[in-house]
């Protein structure tokens, strides 16, 4: 069974840096792994992900050279630098097994974290 496990997220003023994790447990070697967040009143944004046989990332422009995206041997790591109250919101890990583009895409990936919050105050 594959599950997906968020580290707890946190809260920093505008300028600091945070560090997401996720556990991923039920799969040895996921062809692509994605973070999204959802900010209230808008959709879920794919924001970074990574092909790690490749190895390939990608970023969202909102978050281009201020996130980084990078795994460990059972962990997707989300680095977060220089963050802004606009980075606010719910973010989620998500993994697929097998081959999906564009990695961005929601509709990439069947299995999901629950999710965790993420405040930057100004």
């Known amino acids: 069974q594959i599950k997906l496990r968020e580290s707890e997220g946190g809260s920093v003023e505008a300028g600091g840096s945070l560090r997401l994790s996720c556990t991923v447990q039920g799969v040895s070697n996921p062809y692509v792994l994605a973070w999204f967040r959802q900010i209230p009143g808008h959709g879920r944004e794919g924001i970074a992900a990574?092909?790690?046989?490749?190895?390939s990332t990608y970023y969202a422009d909102s978050v281009k050279d201020r996130f980084t995206i990078s795994k460990d041997n059972t962990n997707l790591i989300l680095q977060m630098d220089n963050l802004k109250p606009e980075d606010t919101g719910t973010y989620f890990c998500?993994?697929?097994?097998?081959?999906?583009?564009?990695?961005?895409?929601?509709?990439?990936?069947?299995?999901w974290g629950q999710g965790t919050q993420v405040t930057v105050s100004s």
């Open positions: 990574i092909y790690p046989v490749v190895p």
């Open positions: 998500a993994i697929r097994p097998d081959h999906c583009a564009p990695p961005l895409r929601q509709g990439c990936y069947p299995y």
